[in-house]
């Protein structure tokens, strides 16, 4: 995942919640945005 902009991580994140892929895959995903300090740029409708 190291290889992945921060964009297209993001993207990849919203995406793999849209289409319900995995919990331990959006988990990966989550962690490295948390080591990229990148979570406060999702947004999640109400």
């Known amino acids: 995942m190291e290889n992945l902009s921060d964009e297209l ?3 990849s994140y919203k995406k793999a919640n849209e289409l319900r892929l995995s919990y331990e895959f959006i988990q990966l ?14 947004s999640f409708p109400n």
């Open 29 to 42: 995903m989550e962690e490295e945005m948390r080591r990229r300090s990148l979570m406060d740029y999702l």
């Open 9 to 11: 991580l993001i993207e």
